[in-house]
């Protein structure tokens, strides 16, 4: 089992930053894969933001540009820092951890807001 301590969100203006952190812990196999997903009610859950070994980033086209995501392999943690906000970017952001067996674990949601 692997259990994911999410931190950060909140409430932004558009333009603002807000920065998303993400622990891992428990059952954690080499060859993970960690990220950030978001959801809006209604809508499908879709990728934000992923990064696994080899320096490996997959970053949604709408945030390009303004994301980033880092990890810190030693700490198995995630980063997702997200500057120049848009309202369009007010989601229930997720993390989420694939291990190396292809198993997906999701941690409890952290909600960002971004007012115009």
């Known amino acids: 089992q692997v259990r994911l301590v999410e931190s950060g969100g909140g409430l932004e203006q558009a333009g603002g930053s807000l920065r998303l952190s993400c622990a891992a812990s428990?059952?954690?196999?080499?060859?993970?894969?960690m990220g950030w997903y978001r959801q809006v009610p209604g809508n499908q859950r879709e990728l934000v933001a992923v990064?696994?070994?080899?320096?490996?980033?997959n970053y949604a086209e709408s945030v390009k540009g303004r994301f980033t995501i880092s990890r810190d392999y030693a700490k198995n943690t995630v980063v997702l820092q997200m500057n120049s906000l848009k309202p369009e970017d007010t989601a229930v952001y997720y993390c989420?951890?694939?291990?190396?067996?292809?198993?997906?674990?999701w941690g409890q949601g952290t909600q960002v807001t971004v007012s115009s």
């Open positions: 990064a696994a070994a080899g320096n490996m980033r």
């Open positions: 428990g059952r954690l196999f080499i060859g993970n894969r």
């Open positions: 989420n951890y694939r291990n190396s067996d292809g198993r997906d674990y």
